[in-house]
């Protein structure tokens, strides 16, 4: 008798992924424009591939999360060292609303519109008509994707300068006292003898990737506001930075 022959399974193709890409005029003015130039391209492209621009399938490979990832991490490194040797007397406590004004969304979407990158990211049509290309948070990823491409493409020391070039504007416009709002309000709270401000999560809206989270602060019984970000973080200094203009008149 014969032995049975084991069945074949058929295996189907699977479809080729749709890989984002730039144009040399593209890659070449973009490269001018920051002042570094790639040896490794894709990585260019890739800081630049918003998750809107892929399947989701091939987000992790092809977009820019995971360089944004090692990009935050790379900017809090450098701007903590610039803090650390330029602001010899004060303390952490003193130090981290420093930190946090330079690193938050904001800082970053400005330095991605201090270089015109903006047009440059790679958007799902659909992320274009909905205004993508100007949301804070989109421009923010970006930038950090790309302090994460040339950290991987150039060393620390190429990151450094892009940040350095990228932020110059906003270390010399910076306020000679930088305080985070929700500490002036936790102050001005003690200070009155009132309860520390409580916070809490009003609604979260909008994709995995570019979230919008509003937030409520209360200082019973004086007042409570409501404010908006793009992480929990920025909502509450902005929600406290509100109430504590409508307790005193300043921010």
Known sequence: MKAARPKRTRLRAAAKAHVPSLSDADVKAIQERIGYSFKDRDLLVR???????????DSVRLSNQRLEFLGDRV????????????RKTESEGDLAPRLNRFVRKGACAEAVRHFGLQDYIILSDGEVASGGRDRESTLGDACEAMIGAIYQDGGLSAARKFIERGWAQQFESAPVETRDPKTLLQEWAQGQGLPLPKYSVV????????????????????????????????????????LLNTLTGTQ
């Open 47 to 57: 800081a630049l591939t918003h998750p809107s621009a892929v399947a989701s399938a």
């Open 75 to 86: 900017l809090n490194l450098t701007i903590a060292e610039r803090l650390i040797e330029r």
């Open 203 to 242: 609604s979260r809206s909008g994709p995995d990737h570019a979230p919008v989270y509003e937030i409520e602060v209360q200082v019973a019984p004086h007042g409570e506001a409501i404010a908006t970000g793009s992480s929990k973080r920025d909502a509450e200094r902005n929600a406290a930075a509100l």
